[in-house]
């Protein structure tokens, strides 16, 4: 029977910051049964939107806030070849890592905002990892910012984040900067077992 543990209950009111990277580091060992008892449908949605709109399934793609890599497990499956991971989180990654579908992982620093440099990706996702309980709205920019030109960025936003304006807003203003165009907004589940949605949205760099 679904239920959820502890760390599920609470993660919505989870601070920012080191005390967010504490909660996932102390959540690692149970976060994939968690999960996984609570039907978690996110990842596939996510990668079967990427997969939708980009075609090369050899085309380097970056899954940001990767946790233990459920994400990078659902787009490995999806067909694509070239996944990289980030994360603030070294409990989580380490379970990533094991899970063997990434080229590369690094940590990120929880207060700073995805930056890749010069490295540019055809795919970013963002599965269950930016809004409540998660990475900040800023992160939909620099998302956004590590796009190649007509790469594709994925993005899931559960009800809890999806009661906070801020984070549509950040979509809603690179649309109407010119930035990006919007693929698709889809309604539909995340954990069913608890009775929670989220909507899946996908954008193209321009
Ligand atoms: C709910 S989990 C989702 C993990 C994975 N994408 C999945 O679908 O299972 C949220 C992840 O966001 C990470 N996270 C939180 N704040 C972050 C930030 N500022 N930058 C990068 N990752 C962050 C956490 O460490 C955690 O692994």
Same mark, same amino acid.
């Given at each position: 029977m679904a239920g959820t543990s502890a760390f599920l209950d609470k993660v919505y009111e989870a601070d920012g910051g080191e005390s967010m990277r504490r909660y996932y580091n102390d959540w690692a060992d149970i976060y994939d049964a968690d999960l996984r008892e609570n039907d978690y449908r996110t990842p596939a949605r996510c990668a079967a939107a990427l997969a939708r709109h980009l075609t090369d399934g050899d085309a380097p793609i970056l899954d940001f806030a990767? %946790?233990?890599g459920l994400s990078g497990v659902a787009l490995k499956e999806a067909g694509f070849t070239t996944i990289d991971g980030t994360d603030i989180s070294e409990g989580m990654l380490e379970k990533a890592r094991a899970? %063997?579908?990434?080229?590369e992982l690094f940590r990120a620093e929880p207060d700073t905002v995805l930056d890749t440099g010069d490295r540019q990706y055809m795919g970013v996702t963002a599965v269950g990892a930016i809004g409540a309980g998660a990475a900040p709205a800023g992160n939909i920019d620099g998302a956004i910012a590590s796009l190649a030109p007509g790469g594709v960025f994925v993005v899931s936003l559960n009800d809890h984040t999806l009661e906070d304006p801020q984070f549509e807003a950040r979509l809603n203003r690179a649309i109407a900067d010119g930035r990006v165009e919007k693929i698709m907004a889809e309604d539909g589940q995340h954990l069913p077992a608890i009775g929670l949605g989220a909507r899946v949205w996908a954008v193209r760099r321009l």
């Open positions: 990767c %946790g233990t899970k %063997g579908a990434y080229r």
